[in-house]
Nanobody, 123 residues
Framework: QVQLVESGGGLAQPGGSLVLSCETS????????VNWYRQAPGKERELVAS????????NYADSAKGRFTISRDNVKNIFYLQMGNLKPEDTAVYYC????????????????WGQGTQVTVSS
């Protein structure tokens, strides 16, 4: 059974930090690229950060560059989003996502999501 379980959300003050974690199970994690998305009230879900399966390629939304860091541990099957210098506009539900574009004997796409964790930045 595939599971992505997020933790680490909560309330932070402007300028503060949070670390989100996404523990995974039920699939070959090392074959998957991982992503963090967020969705603020009334807005579309947006991609915040992504990391390739081989650790080599990281990408960030402009709003996250210089403040957020995505990382992964292919031994523990977990990935993280370190968030610093938080701003009120970072308030959103954050979702972890794991994607394999071509997996299995049929080279199918697999796309798994966590349940979401609330991050609120407020003084």
């Amino acid at each position: 059974q595939v599971q992505l379980v997020e933790s680490g959300g909560g309330l932070a003050q402007p300028g503060g930090s949070l670390v989100l974690s996404c523990e995974t199970s039920g699939f070959t994690f090392s074959n998957y690229a991982v992503n963090w998305y967020r969705q603020a009230p009334g807005k579309e879900r947006e991609l915040v950060a992504s990391l390739s399966h081989g650790y080599a390629i990281r990408n960030y939304a402009d709003s996250a560059k210089g403040r957020f860091t995505i990382s992964r541990d292919n031994v523990k099957n977990i990935f993280y989003l370190q968030m610093g210098n938080l701003k009120p506009e970072d308030t959103a539900v954050y979702y972890c996502n794991a994607v394999c574009a071509r997996c299995g004997p049929q080279n199918l796409r697999y796309d798994y999501w966590g349940q979401g964790t609330q991050v609120t930045v407020s003084s």
